[in-house]
């Protein structure tokens, strides 16, 4: 199927008014229930604007009260096939409006940017989908196959109140659902001579926010002490943060460095891919966090009062594992750390698919019929989505919400990070693209 006219172009004329309005709607996610807004009033508005337009949607607070989500399927041609999930989170993390050179909850247009906290992560891909969804509804188009479309609560604090609760609880909402896309893929970056590559997610390492608890014997500052919590923590702490894990490099890492190759030029050897990876500029951070499992410690946390020795302290660290090296981490980890500290976490596994398939064809036949000559390329996201609660399904995720990105964009830094902004073209490329991929999945 093709793309039909004059609902497309109002599509793309309403993408950015979308994406500003929602990013209007605080929906600051502290991870702590006393100071999180909720996500209630944006699912609301986003259960308006699909009504509006004639679908039946289905609100759920997950767990809590004012953790809104949202979820409505469009029916497609063929029942038969699989139905595909088009999810985005509606929460954001927090934001300091005094770094910001705009409010961050203020949604201004401007210089051709839509700018604010969750404009690339993720209210952007939020605003894209519901201006495709409302398409389809207002022109009566039916895709080949039913299309879910789900907005969902707690993303940014793991999906606990959120797409984890609903695969738990609710999981009737995606009945039939064989394939998933979100967010953090089908964006493009520069590589050489205005060769674009568009990158799209198959794989992303898995979280475990690690507790370290170690014990002591507590008593008087004055005194001297050889059994000092808040000492053999810190021992513990510097230990893990200057360990390196061993470099493993993942399928879908290994093609997209192929992809590059055969782009650029740019070789990568074995002996050497670290420093490969240094020269692919803003875009090496990202990758090189996909080379190694990585703990980096985040908190510490010990003690009441100046003069007393604490008989606890404890201590928070990120992990980010690759798949397939859980176990090997765990044990890798206890060797480390030894014995005398506790250790006890929260965690989401890790996800990886395959580059093939249907599906993968009709993502690079959107992408290049909006873009000709560009690539698309797998690659590994070293963060996490909602894909790891939907894989426990048997859902098949990709990240793939497009945007075509300036050159000297660093797309990356943008995430949780001050002046959070996206393109207003790159919005409405993104909905042209979206469209054409659902007509054609």
């Not at 409010?103 to 247009?109: D, E, I, Q, R, T």
């Not at 509804?137 to 080949?144: A, C, E, L, S, T």
């Not at 009945?175 to 953090?184: D, L, N, Q, R």
């Not at 996201?381 to 939907?390: C, H, I, P, Y």
Request: glycine share 10%; charged share 25%; with cysteine.
């Amino acid at each position: 199927m093709t793309n039909t006219g004059g609902g497309l172009e109002l599509a793309q004329d309403e993408v950015v008014t979308l994406a500003s309005e929602l990013i209007r709607i605080d929906t600051t996610n502290t991870g702590d229930p006393d100071t999180l807004v909720g996500e209630r009033k944006a699912a609301e508005w986003v259960a308006e604007k699909l009504a509006e337009v004639g679908y039946e949607t289905t609100y759920v607070e997950s767990g809590a009260k004012g953790r809104g989500n949202v979820v409505a399927r469009l029916a497609g041609a063929d029942p038969s096939r699989g139905a595909l999930l088009v999810h985005g989170h509606l929460d954001v993390v927090p934001a300091d409006a005094s770094e910001w050179s705009v409010h961050p909850f203020s949604g201004a247009v401007q210089d051709g940017y839509v700018w604010g906290r969750g404009a690339v992560d993720m209210k952007d891909m939020v605003a894209m989908s519901l201006a495709v969804a409302r398409r389809f509804k207002r022109d009566g188009i039916v895709p080949p196959r039913d299309i879910v479309f789900a907005f969902l609560a707690d993303e940014e604090a793991g999906g606990l109140y959120g797409a984890q609760w609903l695969v738990e609880h609710r999981p009737e909402l995606f009945e039939g659902v064989t394939e998933a896309i979100s967010e953090v893929g089908g964006f493009s970056i520069t590589l050489k001579d205005d060769v674009r590559a568009y990158l799209v997610e198959t794989a992303e390492k898995g979280i475990r926010w690690l507790k370290l608890r170690v014990r002591g014997t507590a008593g008087h500052g004055s005194m001297i002490h050889h059994d000092n919590a808040v000492a053999k923590l810190a021992a513990a702490v510097t230990k893990l943060g200057q360990h390196r894990f061993p470099l493993v490099i993942s399928p879908s890492v290994r093609e997209f460095l192929d992809g590059v190759t055969e782009i650029t030029g740019i070789d990568f050897p074995e002996d050497d891919i670290e420093g490969a990876v240094g020269k692919l500029g803003a875009l090496s951070r990202m990758i090189g966090a996909t080379l190694r499992d990585t703990a980096n410690p985040t908190m510490l946390t010990a003690g009441y009062k100046a003069n007393v020795i604490p008989s606890v302290a404890e201590a928070t660290v990120d992990c980010r594992i690759l798949p397939g090296r859980e176990e090997a981490f765990d044990a890798e980890l206890a060797e480390l750390l030894g014995p005398d500290v506790e250790r006890e976490w929260i965690g989401l596994p890790p996800v990886e698919t395959t580059f093939d398939g249907a599906l993968v064809d009709a993502m690079v036949g959107s992408i290049s019929a909006e873009d000709p000559g560009a690539k698309v390329l797998p690659y590994m996201l070293s963060g996490g989505t909602d894909a790891k609660s939907f894989q426990r399904l048997g859902i098949r995720n990709f990240g793939f919400a497009p945007l075509k990105l300036p050159a000297d964009l660093d797309f990356s830094g943008l995430f949780h990070g001050v002046d959070e902004r996206v393109p207003v073209d790159a919005l409405k490329f993104g909905v042209r693209v979206l469209d054409r991929f659902l007509l054609n999945s």
